[in-house]
């Protein structure tokens, strides 16, 4: 089969080529699936970079996310589930499979069936930013009713963030950096965008609502003043990215504020939090709540293109054809 893959860390450019290799053959509890679309996230690059490098058994095949068919199954997993449309999440985890491929092999609860009504782009997107916005809104119990803020709602996990919490019953606020994306965050449901670099951002945000129950963040150390000025006993700040460098707490106003931090890093999500995500986020595809954002399509011999633009901070959806 043709897959991408790279062999050390290094930059695109330099590790990742295609190659044709063997296909992988479905181990026990293991499907295959013929890749249609795979999804890139910002932490494919930074494996394969170095940044926060995984080790590579052989060579690695990048990219957990992705949309196909279910043309396999290993020993102990229904036969009937071939020929299932899936959308697959976590695949490059602890696996050299990722699924910049014609053909992934994963663990049959990491192939999820895909609404049929969904698109492959949608399916091929799902994956790593869905289960994350997930993680940051339900690890501390449901939205039902609550006030949500989120941070960078033009973001993938962004996105999805707005859209499951809008799903799932929540009144949401997004904060963006400028038109374009107030436009996405707009479309993907959230009842107020605001530009976090207006010096009222707090201001606009309590008129929505004067606490805030959950703040969904990727820059915590960029955001905390305008986070704690939304926050109360009731508020969970939920981080799920690392900024350049690690910001200083400011313990005294967090804990005027009685605000609870919370961390999280999908590779050590349990996995039933995992299992609980993948249903409710289907759940909510079946529903047509979720949306694709708009997408930038590259062929798999432009695998270096693709990481480059992810790692450029493309607004959209960086999808790869195998
Ligand atoms: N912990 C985990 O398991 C996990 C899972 C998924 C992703 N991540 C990490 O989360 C980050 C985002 O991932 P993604 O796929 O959503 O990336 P993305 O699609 O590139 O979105 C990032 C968004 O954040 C916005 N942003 C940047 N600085 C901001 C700030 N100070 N305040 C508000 N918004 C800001 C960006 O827009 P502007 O720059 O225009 O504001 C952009 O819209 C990456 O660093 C990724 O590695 C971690």
Known sequence: MKAALYDRHGAAADVLRVADIDRPEPGP?????????????????KSRGGTTPRPIDGFQIPHHDGVGVIDAAGAGVDTG?????VWLWMAAGGSKWGTAAEWSVVPARQAVPLPESASAELGAALGVPAMTAHRALFADGPVNGKNVLVAGGAGAVGHFAIELAKF??????????????AELAAQAGADLVVNYRDADAADQIK???PRMDR???LALGANLDLDLALSGP???IVDYAAEASDPVLPV???????????????????AEALDQAAADITRAVEAHALTALPVIRFPLDQIA??????????????????
């Open 29 to 45: 509890g293991q499907v295959r699936v013929r890749i249609e679309l795979s999804g890139v996230n910002p932490t494919d690059w």
């Open 81 to 85: 589930r071939v020929g299932q449309r």
């Open 168 to 181: 799932y019953g929540a009144r949401v606020a997004a904060t963006v950096s400028g038109p374009r994306k």
């Open 207 to 209: 008129a929505l609502a």
């Open 215 to 217: 703040i969904v963040e």
């Open 234 to 236: 009731q508020t969970h």
């Open 252 to 270: 005294r106003k967090c804990m005027n504020a009685n605000v609870t931090l919370r961390f999280i890093l999908l590779y050590g999500v349990p």
């Open 305 to 322: 293109a693709a990481h480059e633009a992810v790692e450029a901070g493309a607004v959209g959806k960086v999808l790869v054809v195998p």
